[in-house]
């Protein structure tokens, strides 16, 4: 009898211990999956996307015909487009490139096409997203009686000492920085401005425009998105002939390919991500 009641007790046991062990597993799968649900889109972006990716990002996460968005951390890392490459290079974890050019997309997806072994990569390939504007800022010198034909004039007048400073962006690493130098260039002024040691160069074109908007240099080459999400006064910049200096085609490129990065890559291309862009100062994709 004895030896029965112990049997059933330990079989009791037993059952209990497997059912028990059984819901701490089904808990452990539905934690697993809950936390395989949620996830984090890394985007390393150009400078001068600071201005219109925050409110295109807004957008596409309260869109309603886009799913689980409740379940989708973005996390954004601003700089030059050079230094985004070089951080993509030595092995950041992002998921989105988005460069102020066409040059560092192209090449991560060139030497992406070269290593049979990066498996995630084979099929990425740069795309337009947006075309950028180039403008002259000052908030010391008022710019509505200048055209750029007058302003060039002025740059190499005596009153333009050597106290007098112009910034613009690096233009190893910058293209707005290369574009700017691409029309100084063309207009014969960049050799000339650089040995009056006028010409100050910063890292980026957010760097360009914080020195420009505190009075710290004369004047700036910056971005039209930037004045136009500032609401800066007419007398206060000059936007650029496009024509005038080489086009600011900006490109991106997936480095992860997930099913967020291919969504919101789509997004960004789609109307209403256009449309955020055309309303922040750029130009369209031709």
Request: hydrophobic content about 40%.
């Amino acid at each position: 009898m004895g030896r029965s009641l112990a049997a059933s007790i330990s079989a009791c046991w037993l059952l209990a211990l497997s059912a028990c062990t059984a819901d701490n597993s089904t808990n452990a799968e539905s934690a697993t999956a809950t936390s395989a649900e949620h996830q984090t889109l890394r985007i390393a972006a150009a400078a001068n996307l600071s201005d219109v990716l925050p409110s295109i990002i807004d957008s596409y996460q309260t869109d309603s015909n886009i799913s689980n968005q409740n379940n989708l951390d973005i996390e954004v890392t601003y700089a030059s487009s050079g230094k985004l490459y070089a951080q993509i290079k030595a092995g950041a974890p992002y998921d989105i490139f988005l460069s102020a050019n066409q040059e560092f997309p192209e090449k991560l997806a060139d030497e992406n096409a070269a290593d049979n072994s990066d498996k995630n990569n084979e099929s990425a390939s740069p795309f337009t997203y947006t075309r950028g504007q180039l403008a002259l800022y000052s908030v010391t010198k008022p710019l509505n009686d200048f055209a750029p034909a007058s302003l060039l004039d002025a740059f190499t007048s005596a009153s333009f000492t050597d106290n007098s400073k112009i910034s613009i962006a690096n233009p190893e690493l910058a293209p707005y920085g290369a574009s700017a130098k691409a029309y100084l260039q063309s207009q014969k002024m960049y050799d000339k401005l650089n040995a009056q040691k006028s010409l100050i160069q910063a890292e980026n074109i957010g760097q360009v425009f914080q020195y420009a908007h505190t009075g710290s240099v004369d004047y700036g080459f910056v971005a039209q998105s930037q004045l136009v999400a500032i609401k800066a006064k007419p007398e206060q910049f000059i936007t650029l002939p496009k024509a005038s200096y080489p086009a600011i085609l900006q490109d991106g490129i997936v480095i992860n390919n997930t099913v967020p990065a291919a969504a919101f890559t789509k997004y960004l291309r789609s109307d209403a991500g256009q449309q955020h862009f055309a309303q922040a100062g750029y130009l369209p994709i031709q």
